[in-house]
Structure formats: structure tokens, C-alpha cells
């Protein structure tokens, strides 16, 4: 039986932590800029598929996804660096105006 039905909760959280594991596995092994970004960008959708209880680790993995390629803006050639920075940004600004929405 699939474990997602029997407790989804439980299986987010299990999900979460393997992608955590994961990600720290690939950051460590220095794959580039965009790759990078693009792994904090995905993790960041999934704290956010978790609910407004991690709305804050969202907003801090989209954010390091922005600093990793406003870092390295200067050594790019245009194309999938801009689309995933204008990516990050639209999240963030979702999941800040989800945490304090008079702001």
C-alpha cells in the first residue's frame, strides 16, 4: 500500500527529509550556478506544498536560490539563468505575501 495514503503527512515529511539529504549531497559536490539554484527553487515548492508552517524555510530556500544566480549573473549568457531567477523571485513574493499579507 502506498504510504502517501496510509499518512500523507508523515510521508511529506519523510519526502522533505530525503530531498534535504539530497540536496546537501548535490551542493557539496559544486555542480554550478544554475543547477544550484534550480535545486532550491524545487526544495522551496516542496516546503511550500507542506503547508503555512514552513512558509519560512520556503521563503529562505528561494531566496538562496536568488543569491546563487544574482552571484553569478555577470557569467551568464541570458536564457534559462534569467527565466529561473524571475522564477524565484515570483515565488518569494508569493510565499511573503502568503506569510504577512498586509505587507
Known amino acids: 500500500m502506498d ?12 519526502e ?11 551542493c557539496t559536490k559544486n555542480p554550478g550556478p544554475l543547477h544550484t539554484a534550480w535545486d ?9 506544498a507542506l503547508g503555512f508552517e514552513s512558509l519560512n524555510e520556503c521563503i529562505t530556500s ?3 536560490a536568488i543569491t546563487t544566480l544574482s552571484a553569478n549573473k555577470d557569467k551568464d549568457d541570458g536564457g534559462p539563468h534569467r527565466l529561473l531567477l524571475a522564477e524565484a523571485y515570483g515565488l518569494r513574493a508569493l510565499c511573503n505575501h502568503e506569510a504577512e499579507p498586509t505587507k
Do not use: V, Y
Request: no cysteine; net charge positive; aromatic share 2%.
Open 3 to 14: 504510504m502517501m495514503l496510509l499518512d500523507p503527512k508523515l510521508s511529506k515529511i519523510i
Open 16 to 26: 522533505q527529509i530525503i530531498s534535504n539529504i539530497i540536496l546537501e549531497e548535490i
Open 40 to 48: 532550491f527553487i524545487a526544495n522551496g515548492s516542496q516546503l511550500r
Open 62 to 64: 528561494l531566496s538562496k
